[in-house]
Every structure is written in C-alpha cells, then in structure tokens.
C-alpha cells in the first residue's frame, strides 16, 4: 500500500544565483528520513524550465510526484511513444476513462486548448497521471514487495515544462528529444549537420553503418501523426540511395529532395557507398 494523504516537501533552504545565461534556483527539502535537493534553471533564449534533481529516499510505502496544474488544458493528452505519440482523454466520463489512472508517455507528454499548451518533458520517468487539470508525474516509488529495497538510495534525474503555442506540438518533440540526448562538450572541429531533414516533423533517429558495411543507414519518422513530404539533406558520401525494410533489404528508390510520409511513418534510407 501507498499513503493516500498527501504530505507536502518542508523546505530547508533556497539560493538563486546568476551563471552567465542561466538562472539557478537551488532549494534543499526534507520529509522524513529522505533529502531532496532540486535546481529549477531558466537559460535564455529558451522558454523550457528545467527541474534537475538528486534525491536520496530512504522511505517506505509512499510515493514521490511532482504535479502542475497548467492554465492551458484540453480533454486529450499527447503522450510520447517510440517512433510518434499516441493520445489519451484528461477526462473521466465513463469506467475506462476512470481506470486511467496512470499512463505511460516517454520522452513527454503534452495538452493543450486553442489558445495554448503545456508539455511536460522528462529524461526518465514515464509514469504521468493527467485528469481534470492536473498533470502529475511519478518520480519515485518505495513498495516492500516483491524488492524490499525498491528505489532506495541516491537518484538524480531531470524533468522540465514548456509552454507551447496551439498547434507547436513540434516544439515539444524538439525539446524532448534535446532533454535526452544533450550537448557534449568536447574538443573538436565545428561542422554542418550530417543529416538533416526540409520538414522539421521528420525526425533523424538513427544514422549507423549497414549490416553490410556498404554504406550507411538513416532511419526516419514523421512525428506529428500527419502526412508530408520533406527533403533529406546529407553530407555524407554516397553513390546510391535506396529505401528499405526495417532489415535493410531494399525495397525500392529514393529521391531525397521529395520523400513522402504517412502519419508517423518510419523510413529505412541506405546511402550506399
């Protein structure tokens, strides 16, 4: 079991600091026997706020959420899958409705109404409850059963929000993406993108070397669950270009100045060597 009376954070400190385009709020909390120490960062130039957190939960039998309750809200809720998203209602008007209690979204989930919308971005919890206004993530369990140790011990993970024009759902695919695979900064020389696409919809998931070693192997996907057709821009040396099955074997020609796209279709493109 899990308490169903929810206990709020009691704050121990809080320091805000400025660090060149960046906004640092730290704050330090405690409940029980656990510590939480959270960095909500603003960064200029982007409307995303960044909640990095560490954790160290030492509790057992409840749950650790961060919930929002955003001005802008629609029955539907988008949630994130592999390869494009999938949407569930925010309502409970009938039993089936009611037994989403919690769904799954991956790198995001998103709602919004026609003036407006509100994306909750994560980089690795993927338990959302969105019903009646609310939007709430689960961060950490602690059940006894059938690992006593269940979620115990430090954690450190990040999640974010983003406010959206209607109609932007594109931006939250961006910004999801971005939260989950960051910049690193190493040393090294600057170059243009290797692979880039004319409709920012069609998302670069994957460029890997083929199976056979004759080339190289872009996979694509469309990600607004709408048809396209888009440009595919390479710099990398090819002499054929082919599409092909999810096992590499060709199906057929590609022109990369006009490739179509169904509703979240997934393209295979060899550039052969």
């Known amino acids: 079991y899990f308490e169903t009376e929810p206990r709020t ?35 200029q130039g982007t409307p995303v706020v960044r909640c990095d957190t560490h954790v160290d939960w030492r509790e057992s039998h ?47 989930l998103a709602t919004e109404d026609a003036l407006g919308g509100f994306g909750l971005l994560n980089d690795s919890k993927y338990g959302h409850r969105a019903k009646n206004g609310l ?5 950490l369990r602690s059940p006894t059963y ?70 190289v192997v872009l996979r694509l996907y469309e990600s607004l669950g709408r048809p396209t057709t888009t440009s595919v821009s390479t710099t990398l040396a090819h002499t054929s270009v082919y599409e092909t099955d999810l096992l590499e074997r060709r199906t057929g020609d590609v022109d990369l100045t006009s490739v179509p796209f169904g509703p979240f279709e997934i393209k295979t493109i060899l550039l052969e060597r």
């Not at 690992?147 to 983003?162: I, N, P, Q, S, V």
């Not at 004319?198 to 670069?204: K, L, R, S, T, Y």
Request: charge should be negative; glycine fraction near 8%; include cysteine.
């Open 135 to 139: 939007i709430s993530l689960n961060l």
């Open 62 to 108: 409840k749950m650790l959420r961060a919930e929002f309750r955003p001005s802008r809200y629609g029955d539907t809720a988008r949630c994130e899958i592999q390869f494009g998203h999938i949407a569930r209602p925010t309502t409970e008007r009938d039993s089936i409705e009611r037994a989403q209690f919690e769904v799954c979204a991956h790198k995001w």
């Open 146 to 215: 059938p690992d006593k140790t269940a979620d115990r011990g430090e954690h450190h993970f990040t999640y974010a929000f983003l406010p959206f024009a209607s109609g932007d759902l594109g931006s939250v695919v961006r910004e999801g993406n971005l939260l989950n695979n960051p910049l690193l900064l190493v040393d090294g020389a600057a170059f243009d993108p290797v692979v880039s696409t004319g409709d920012p919809a069609v998302v670069v998931d994957t460029v890997k070397v083929a199976e056979d070693g004759r080339g």
């Open 9 to 43: 954070l009691t704050l121990v400190s809080t320091e805000t600091r400025i660090d060149g385009p960046t906004v640092v709020r730290t704050t330090s909390y405690a409940i029980s026997k656990s510590t939480v120490v959270q960095r909500v960062i603003l960064t």
